[in-house]
């Protein structure tokens, strides 16, 4: 917990409350801006084009003024709609997704005993703007509730694309928040808690939960994440060429830019959950460095690299792998991402029983080899079969 | 430390209310702004709903097909279950191998209901 709440909360820690949100808001907003300037100049890059170039320096100012813009556009609501679902909905699209940053650590010292306390005018705080004992669970929250956004917006336009578009859509993010919390779950044996200031704690010293949970849950939650996003090559739910723009083909001006910044903001906020959850936050070497440059500035370098790798990493999906097709998409998650989440949960809770209690670690970890090589030959022999199964009458039963 | 009013659970959420609060105000704003300076000049042909420049043909609620709703089902099972493993792995260690059989034996069941929904061919999609 903020060790800034745990006393007395007077008007001076109010207003330090009040000073990190209005910090991570700006942050956020900033950060959104750029991050769509940045995919658009980097896509534009790897296709051998411009990009934006016109508005301010390299074009950064370009959302500025596409945002800008859509305040001038008339508001339309189609005539079939439901109004009341039809105005509620990009709300529930743009809530959730910056209230997930409210549980990110960017920034402080993890080094030593600093476990990422500042001190801010004579109080001591966290620098995230909350840091709930369920912090985690507080994410996976928000991008449930992020699903209905995107379903009510679909259903309540009363159209024929939307419809098709956000049917897609929940099934798709449904499916993938499955592997997704699963994947969670590995980090959680290994970090012990919920509370994301003590996950990036923990890791703390370089043992990142990318390798202390064996690179596995990782790929598993990049890919789970990207789906979740709705981000390429999993972007049935808006297939340009198919659904015209899917769940939000109805909405106009304003309202059509808050579904845009919550899809960007999601964006941010997933890479910024996996540097928290698998590469150590705002945490790094200090090199013996103390006071507020270890604090603030350092903190929030280590941060904002991490970051960065992430957002390009998700633009480079974008720029180069095709969209899947929904039966694949079904079965990637289905048949792949959660059986090997789950049995990679399992070796992971009974390595660390094992080293908690007096087991044999190696044999231990040679059962679970066994057990995971087990596992992975059941499910392609099903997979296998299956498929021969249905392609008997065409080919004849000697495949 | 005196008792205050505040209990622990209600203190890590203060920061929370606050920062939803604040995001509430900013998109009200932005809303009220748009509201002001956006042009309105209504004409019936702009509210027919959009279906690629033609008039809409037929139902426009159409009906969709049922596996999506069964995805939504099998999801169920599988997010209860993440919820019940996560207080568990956090704790790992006071419950130690008992925990560990007992996880096992809850994931074996769950995982029969995943073979029994795959051999049913609900996860076929064609």
């Avoid at chain 1, 899809?263 to 540097?275: G, K, L, P, Q, R």
């Amino acid at each position: 917990m903020d060790p800034l709440l745990s006393g007395d909360v007077g008007l001076a820690e109010i207003l330090i409350v009040l000073l990190k949100v209005v910090v991570a808001f700006a942050a956020l907003l900033i950060g959104v801006m750029l991050m769509v300037w940045f995919e658009r100049k980097l896509v534009a890059d790897m296709q051998n084009r411009l990009g934006p170039n016109r508005a301010g320096p390299f074009g950064v100012l370009q959302t500025l003024a596409d945002g800008i813009k859509l305040f001038f556009k008339e508001e339309l609501s189609p005539q079939n709609a439901d109004p009341f679902v039809y105005r509620l909905a990009p709300y529930l699209s743009l809530i959730p997704a910056f209230l997930v940053f409210a549980v990110v650590p960017i920034a402080g010292n993890f080094s030593g005993d600093n476990d990422g306390v500042v001190t801010m005018f004579g109080h001591e705080t966290l620098m995230q703007v909350a840091d709930p004992q369920i912090g985690i669970l507080l994410v996976l929250a928000m991008s449930s509730v992020a699903v209905y956004g995107i379903m009510l917006a679909g259903w309540s336009s009363g159209s024929k694309y939307p419809l098709l578009g956000s049917v897609r859509a929940t099934s798709q993010m449904v499916s993938y928040e499955a592997a997704l919390g699963l994947s969670v779950a590995t980090v959680l044996i290994v970090a012990g808690s919920l509370s994301t200031n003590l996950i990036v704690d923990g890791q703390a010293g370089g043992r990142w939960n990318l390798w202390m949970t064996g690179l596995v849950p990782f790929v598993v939650f990049l890919i789970a994440g990207t789906a979740e996003l709705n981000r390429p090559p999993f972007d049935l739910v808006e297939a340009e060429q198919e659904l015209v723009g899917g769940f939000h083909t109805e909405y106009t001006a304003l309202r059509f830019a808050m579904f845009f910044l919550a899809e960007f903001m999601n964006t941010v906020t997933m890479s910024a959950i996996i540097v928290t959850l698998f590469f150590g936050g705002p945490s790094g070497p200090s090199f013996g460095l103390d006071g507020w440059f270890a604090d603030y500035v350092l903190g929030f370098g280590y941060f904002f690299a991490k970051l960065l790798v992430f957002l390009f990493v998700f633009v480079w999906f974008r720029a180069t792998l095709p969209r899947l097709r929904y039966d694949q998409l079904m079965d990637l998650g289905w048949k792949l991402l959660i059986p090997l989440a789950l049995g990679w949960f399992l070796v992971v809770a009974a390595v660390k029983v094992a080293i908690d209690t007096t087991w044999n670690v190696a044999v231990v970890l040679g059962v679970a080899a066994a057990g995971l090589l087990l596992g992975g030959m059941l499910l392609k022999l099903a997979i296998r079969s299956g498929s021969e199964h249905r392609t008997d009458e065409f080919v004849g039963g000697d495949r | 430390m005196a008792e205050s009013p505040l209990s622990d659970f209600l203190r890590s959420y203060l920061t929370v209310g606050i920062f939803a609060s604040l995001g509430f105000i900013l998109v009200g704003l932005l809303v009220l702004i748009a509201w002001m300076i956006r042009p309105d000049r209504r004409q019936a042909q702009k509210y027919i709903s959009y279906e690629s420049g033609v008039d809409p043909v037929g139902d426009l609620w159409s009906q969709s097909q049922i596996r999506y709703y069964i995805f939504a089902l099998l999801f169920v099972i599988f997010d209860v279950e993440v919820v019940f493993l996560f207080p568990w792995s956090t704790q790992l260690e006071a419950f130690g191998a008992f925990g560990l059989w007992h996880m096992f034996f809850f994931i074996f069941v769950l995982l029969l209901s995943l073979i029994y929904a795959w051999r049913k061919g609900v996860l076929r999609w064609a």
